[in-house]
C-alpha cells in the first residue's frame, strides 16, 4: 500500500484530497466515485470533512476470488472456499453451508434476491475473520456469500473455519456466521407466492 502526504485547506472534504491526488496520479481520476473511502479505519462518505492528522485510504473496487473473503453473482463451490483455510497444520475444519429454503415466515417462497455493498462487505467480513483469529489463536476463517437472483436449493453463504483442534473451529465458525447477519451490508429479499418483501434477520 503506497502512503502519501497531502496539505489541504480548512474544512477540505475527502473529495477535495481525491481530486488533489488526481493531478499527479491518473488512477484516482479514472477509479473516481468508485473508489471507497475510509477515514481513521472507518467508512466513510466523499463530503467527509476533514482534520489535521487524519488519515485516510481510498480503497479500490474489489472483485470476487482472490481472497479469503468473497461476494459472488455466480454459485458457490464448497470446496473451493475450505481450500482458502486448510493446511497441514489444520486438524479441524468447520463448515456452514447457508442454502435457500423453500418457506419462511409462514409463506412458500418462490425465491430470493440479495443486493450488498460489495467493497464494504469483503471488508467487513475480513474484519470478522481478523476478529476470530484473534479470538481463537491460529485459527482461520474464510467466508463466501452470494448476491443476485438465488432459486430454492441454492447456495447463499458458506463459511469455514480451520483451527488445529475442533473445538476453536467450531466457535469461529459459529462467530462468524453470527457476526456476518448483524454487521456486513448485504440485504435479502424474499419473493413469495403472495408478494415480495425485505427480510431483517439481524438477531
Same mark, same amino acid.
Given at each position: 500500500?503506497?502512503?502519501?502526504s497531502?496539505?489541504l485547506?480548512?474544512?477540505?472534504?475527502?473529495?477535495?484530497l481525491?481530486?488533489?491526488l488526481?493531478?499527479d496520479?491518473?488512477i484516482?481520476?479514472?477509479?473516481?466515485?468508485?473508489l471507497?473511502i475510509? !477515514?481513521n479505519?472507518?467508512?466513510?462518505?466523499?463530503?467527509c470533512?476533514? @482534520?489535521?492528522?487524519?488519515?485516510?485510504?481510498?480503497?479500490?473496487?474489489? @472483485?470476487g476470488?482472490?481472497?479469503?473473503?468473497?461476494?459472488?453473482?455466480t454459485?458457490?463451490? !464448497?470446496?473451493?472456499?475450505?481450500?482458502?483455510? @486448510?493446511?497441514?497444520?489444520?486438524?479441524?475444519i468447520?463448515?456452514? !453451508?447457508g442454502?435457500v429454503?423453500?418457506?419462511?415466515r409462514?409463506?412458500?417462497?418462490r425465491?430470493l434476491?440479495?443486493?450488498?455493498y460489495?467493497?464494504?462487505?469483503?471488508?467487513?467480513?475480513d474484519?470478522?475473520?481478523?476478529?476470530a483469529?484473534?479470538?481463537?489463536?491460529?485459527?482461520?476463517?474464510a467466508?463466501?456469500?452470494?448476491?443476485?437472483h438465488?432459486e430454492?436449493g441454492?447456495v447463499?453463504? !458458506?463459511?469455514?473455519a480451520?483451527?488445529a483442534?475442533?473445538?476453536?473451529a467450531?466457535?469461529?465458525?459459529?462467530y462468524?456466521?453470527?457476526?456476518l447477519?448483524?454487521t456486513?451490508?448485504?440485504?435479502?429479499?424474499?419473493?413469495a407466492?403472495d408478494?415480495?418483501?425485505?427480510?431483517d434477520?439481524r438477531?
Amino acid at each position: 500500500m503506497k502512503e502519501l502526504s497531502a496539505v489541504l485547506a480548512d474544512a477540505s472534504t475527502a473529495a477535495d484530497l481525491r481530486d488533489l491526488l488526481a493531478a499527479d496520479h491518473p488512477i484516482f481520476e479514472e477509479l473516481g466515485d468508485r473508489l471507497a473511502i475510509s !477515514v481513521n479505519f472507518e467508512i466513510a462518505s466523499a463530503d467527509c470533512v476533514l @482534520s489535521n492528522g487524519d488519515e485516510v485510504a481510498f480503497l479500490p473496487p474489489v @472483485s470476487g476470488g482472490g481472497g479469503s473473503c468473497t461476494l459472488s453473482e455466480t454459485p458457490l463451490d !464448497v470446496g473451493e472456499v475450505v481450500s482458502r483455510v @486448510s493446511g497441514p497444520g489444520m486438524g479441524g475444519i468447520v463448515t456452514f !453451508v447457508g442454502t435457500v429454503r423453500d418457506s419462511a415466515r409462514g409463506r412458500d417462497i418462490r425465491h430470493l434476491e440479495y443486493e450488498a455493498y460489495p467493497g464494504m462487505a469483503e471488508r467487513e467480513m475480513d474484519k470478522i475473520c481478523e476478529q476470530a483469529a484473534q479470538r481463537w489463536s491460529g485459527t482461520k476463517v474464510a467466508i463466501a456469500h452470494r448476491a443476485g437472483h438465488l432459486e430454492i436449493g441454492e447456495v447463499v453463504v !458458506v463459511v469455514v473455519a480451520a483451527a488445529a483442534h475442533r473445538a476453536e473451529a467450531f466457535e469461529a465458525c459459529r462467530y462468524a456466521i453470527d457476526t456476518l447477519k448483524q454487521t456486513v451490508p448485504i440485504w435479502k429479499k424474499e419473493v413469495a407466492t403472495d408478494g415480495e418483501y425485505w427480510v431483517d434477520d439481524r438477531p
